[in-house]
DNA sequence: GACAAGGTGTACCGATCAGTACATATCTTG
DNA sequence: CAAGATATGTACTGATCGGTACACCTTGTC
């Protein structure tokens, strides 16, 4: 049971999961996609739902990984990276592959606050809230709770709006409104 | 053919594909939900997507109603309804049968944009976005456009996280931050 | 080369999917 | 009350769902 058949398989089934969906994907789908047997996917996944998790898991890292380094890159000081998450996200955005968020979509179709999926899903936004917070403890802001919470709202909106109105970037809007708002969180 | 028994079947599905998410929603569990047979509701919607579609609409009537009449009882002028929004939202968010924005859901569900459930979905969008430029306009703000599209973003990330973090009320940090964002569109 | 162990592919399971055929019931109009 | 039309319920279709039984084939070890 190799772990790189495990790897492609996750990696295989997280396109295909947020390119189609959730339930829209059946498990015949990935067969046909990844060409791995239907035994050996069961074999390293108990069910559906545990694949599922798994890519959620991945894409958890992937995501957090592009949106951190590259606005790192595009910045140099804590309160410019906070802006540059923005400009992250509209190079995101701009990607013909692009199809909202993994976890907004996941939290729609699995919507049960106990359920796994939903939970997976609500731990990355947390996440993200937290990078936003350190950054804006680095910058010196104040009520960094607060403005942090405010900042994932403009990304989330932001996110939606930009799956819904594809002719719009609304990271422009979102990034010109995080200025607005740091202003009013400064020591 | 009664007009009544249709308007019921789309209420009634309307709350399950609600609470149960569309492709998790059989049309088997619809007749279960409504006692109403299945040639019935075939004889009203050519379609399963048909009825959706119908939901939807019915959807955009309600919720937009609600909205708007609710933030004008809690206001007196246009800007403070554009302030109380967020409180008609709040008292959204705090309802136990909450979850999340139908129009979200369906456009995750629905990926395609070509597809009329996603089409619908972004049209409800446009208009609550007009909703908003109508009223900075009343209230006599500059550059209504890109305000209203500000306003927008804290609307649905303040949707996404109430969904998906329930113990945190986001509404409360929307309209904070909506009231530094007016702050900097004032003529 | 014999043999066990474990990964793989095929072909299938019952359940459920969206949608329909058809026979029965109910209502409208004479 | 009779006849035609419309609404309804049952029982079904082929397709697909998530998941599995089982035969096959490769591999390491002696």
Redesign the pocket.
């Known amino acids: ?2 772990a790189s ?1 495990r790897d492609e398989l996750v990696q295989k089934a997280l396109k295909v999961f947020y390119q189609e969906g959730f ?1 829209a ?5 990935l067969v046909a996609e990844t ?6 996917m ?2 390293h996944f ?4 545990d694949l599922i998790l798994a890519t959620l898991r991945l894409r958890d890292e992937q995501f957090r990984n592009f949106m951190i380094r590259r606005a790192q890159e595009l910045s140099s000081t804590p309160e410019e990276e906070i802006l540059a998450v923005f400009d992250a996200l509209s190079e995101w955005f701009k990607e013909d592959k692009f199809k909202s968020c993994m976890f907004i979509k996941a939290s729609s179709e699995y919507q049960n606050p106990e359920h796994p999926i939903h939970a997976v899903s609500a731990e990355h936004k947390r996440l993200i809230k937290v990078y936003f917070k350190e950054l804006a403890d680095k910058a010196g802001l104040k009520n960094t709770e607060e403005l942090s919470r405010k900042i994932l709202l403009l990304k989330e909106g932001a996110i939606v709006i930009a799956h819904l109105h594809r002719d719009i970037d609304p990271s422009i809007d979102a990034k010109e409104a995080v200025k607005a708002l740091i202003d009013t969180h400064r020591a």
Chains 1, 2 share one sequence.
């Open positions: 049971m190799s058949k339930h994907t059946g498990m015949d789908k060409k791995i047997s239907k035994t050996s069961y074999k108990r069910t559906k739902e």
